[in-house]
């Protein structure tokens, strides 16, 4: 491993808002705090700008909402603090961290990228420096799609837990192969020398047994990144406890989202005041990074009525 992608967790973190009450009521029926004793679930996201980073921490923190005692550490690959970012993260009532973890620059060009490691990173680095030795730790990308059952499940991580992932690469699987209740290898189409050949989303991390290990690493090195995490806490396979009714179920999915660029609408700026709604609208849309309005640029917007488009004074001056 060259030098550029080894070096050790020493990051410096970038806190931009975070909440530690539970404003939730109820979750799956019971009250907030029917689940008090239950270990803390922290749920690492990594996210970066693109048009579609809003509606996928939309749809996630409509999973996690019916999560309890779960900290979620929101990490984005940007240079800034979204604002945006931190109104929808308040208004879920999910004990959260956003964090600023922007790829170094050296990585962006390379190709491929290390995607989402800047801000695992970051995440690690927070876990480190609130000396947290409670809890489990699980890495959940934006764009998967997660089953409830895998919380219950990765809850009682006693060291780390293993669980097979859907829609991975060539088998559309990847995950442990278990015989008689213990992990005795993996499945997963490809290999490339990996000692654990797993996904991101495949398992969790008890955080009292992370703690032993304080040479804990994400390497920028992409393909790798699981590999060189359970390497870097010392994992042995017959540690390994398997979940998911001994893998034989798949609770966590990794769904990709159909990523489309940005446009630019061309509709006269004199128009989008409070006159009609789309000022209001499209201020909105470029807020969560979705499309722009230009009065030169980019397709003329078609505005119609009655199936006849008509020139954008008609509905709107
Ligand atoms: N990601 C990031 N910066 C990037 C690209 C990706 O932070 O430049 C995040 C992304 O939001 C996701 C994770 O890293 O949570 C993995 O990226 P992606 O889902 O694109 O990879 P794939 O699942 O296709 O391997
Ligand atoms: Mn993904």
Known sequence: MDSSS????????????????DRRLYMQDKPH?????????????????????????TRLAHTLLH??????LVANDYERCDTYMDMLLNRFGIPFTHLSS?????????KPAPRGVANRRAALQWIRQHNLTNGVLYFGDDDNTYDLRLFSEIRQTQRVSMFPVGLIADYAVSGPVVRDGKVVAFLDSWVAGRRWPVDMAGFAVNLAYMSLYPNVNMPYKPGYEEDLFLRSIGLHIDQ????????????VWHTQTKSKKAPIVRLEK???DGRSNLGALFRSLKEMGVASVSDTEGPLATISKNGKGKAHSYFLS
């Open 240 to 251: 390994i406890e398997p979940r998911g009714m001994n893998c034989t179920e798949v609770l």
């Open 67 to 72: 999560v309890p005692r779960i900290h979620w």
């Open 102 to 110: 922007p790829m170094p620059h050296k990585f962006r060009s390379t």
């Open 270 to 272: 004199k128009f989008l």
């Open 6 to 21: 080894s070096h050790a967790l020493n990051e410096s973190l970038h806190i931009c808002s975070e909440s530690h009450e």
């Open 33 to 57: 705090s029917a689940y008090a004793q239950l270990p803390v679930i922290y749920f690492v996201t990594p996210t970066y700008p693109r048009r579609e980073q809003i509606p996928e921490l």
